[in-house]
């Protein structure tokens, strides 16, 4: 069964420096990858997704992430952190070729340091 | 911009007690999900409905039932409510197109409490 695990329930970063948040996949086939955002009392919205095209997927906010399939990793890197980025942070697995469930981490929360 | 719909926002109900959560989408979606929010949990499949008149076990079935009422409607009830069913529950919806990395758009949640 396909799953995602995302490394560290919550990282703290300084406003201005990088911020990289990890998720490592398990799927037997080639998967499709989401992120996820969620800002408090909202629902969760889409900051990228790779599907087999770039391996390095460009989202909103500045955001991206590398496929890198040696490693069944899909990290998500900012160069620059903002205040507004704090929030929870989700990877997400899809498994195209069976059907069109997809499978959440258990987050990130993204803490920034003034 | 309706997107996904879901009622009610708060509920508390007492242990054995059934309720219903709604949820419409207005994009002309094909898919359907109910998923739930716990802390430390991340967001776990409850049901999942790929088309109007089927549904599918996600990974913590137990204790719900849906209904997909037709393409809008996809409805989640808890038949006797127990304490472990305390949770945000949020409702989805995507094209469901296969072979295309869907996006999933997420209803506001609904805040339920069962003491």
């Known amino acids: 069964a396909q799953s995602v695990t995302q490394l560290g329930s919550h990282v703290s970063v300084s406003e201005g420096a990088l911020v990289l948040l990890r998720c490592n996949y398990s799927?037997?086939?080639?998967?499709?990858l989401f992120w996820y955002v969620q800002y408090p009392n909202q629902g969760l919205q889409l900051l990228l997704k790779?599907?087999?095209?770039?391996?390095l997927v460009k989202g909103i906010n500045g955001f991206e992430a590398e496929f890198k399939k040696s490693e069944t990793s899909f990290h998500l890197t900012k160069p620059s952190a903002h205040m507004s980025d704090a929030a929870e942070y989700f990877c997400?697995?899809?498994?195209?070729?069976?059907?069109?469930?997809?499978?959440f981490g258990k987050g990130t929360r993204l803490h920034i340091l003034p | 911009n309706a997107g996904v719909t879901q009622t009610p926002k708060f509920q508390v109900l007492k242990t054995g007690q059934s309720m219903t959560l709604q949820c419409a989408q207005d994009?002309?979606?094909?898919?359907m999900y109910w998923y739930r929010q716990d802390p430390g949990m991340g967001l776990r499949l409850i049901y999942y409905?790929?088309?109007?008149?089927?549904?599918d076990k996600g990974e913590v079935p137990n204790g719900y039932n849906v209904s997909r009422l037709n393409k809008r409607e996809f409805s989640l009830r808890l038949e006797s409510a127990a304490p472990s069913q305390t949770s945000v529950y949020f409702c989805?919806?995507?094209?469901?197109?296969?072979?295309?990395?869907?996006?999933?758009?997420f209803g506001e949640g609904s805040w339920l409490t069962v003491v």
């Open positions: 989805a919806s995507s094209e469901g197109r296969r072979g295309i990395g869907n996006t999933i758009y």
């Open positions: 799927s037997s086939v080639p998967p499709y």
């Open positions: 790779y599907t087999s095209a770039a391996t």
């Open positions: 997400a697995v899809s498994d195209w070729q069976r059907d069109d469930k997809i499978i």
């Open positions: 994009m002309n979606h094909n898919s």
């Open positions: 409905s790929a088309s109007e008149g089927t549904t």
